[in-house]
């Protein structure tokens, strides 16, 4: 068993920045892909950013691209996500999630076998 937790969310203004922890506990993930999420109200979880384990290749979803970028301390057992340039519509509850191998469907939530409980971002205008 994996445990995440998500640290790091809260209220910023538009073209501001924050950076987004993901912290593992309960094994270690160093070559688990590990995605970040997020979700607004009344809409889907929508896939943000992922990184593979061992290559360390990282993909982003096209609104995120040259704003955020996803990253790992394997020695520290933590995934990042740094996000510059927020927008209003950035505003959500961020999750990480974590599979067990590197699955080619990363974009999807069916891909990812842990999940952390979420932090909030918070953009105004």
């Known amino acids: 068993q994996v445990q995440l937790v998500e640290s790091g969310g809260g209220l910023v203004q538009a073209g501001g920045s924050l950076t987004l922890s993901c912290a593992a506990s309960?094994?270690?993930?160093?070559?688990?892909?590990t995605g970040w999420f997020r979700q607004a109200p009344g809409k889907e979880r929508e896939f943000v950013a992922a990184?593979?384990?061992?290559?360390?290749?990282?993909y982003y979803a096209d609104s995120v691209k040259g704003r955020f970028t996803i990253s790992r301390d394997n020695a520290k057992n933590t995934v990042y996500l740094q996000m510059n340039s927020l927008k209003p519509e950035d505003t959500a509850v961020y999750y990480c999630?974590?599979?067990?191998?590197?699955?080619?469907?990363?974009?999807?939530?069916?891909?990812?076998?842990?999940w952390g409980q979420g932090t909030q971002v918070t953009v105004s205008s």
């Open positions: 990184i593979r384990g061992s290559a360390g290749s990282t």
């Open positions: 309960g094994r270690t993930f160093n070559n688990y892909g």
């Open positions: 999630a974590a599979q067990t191998y590197f699955r080619i469907t990363y974009i999807y939530t069916s891909a990812y076998d842990y």
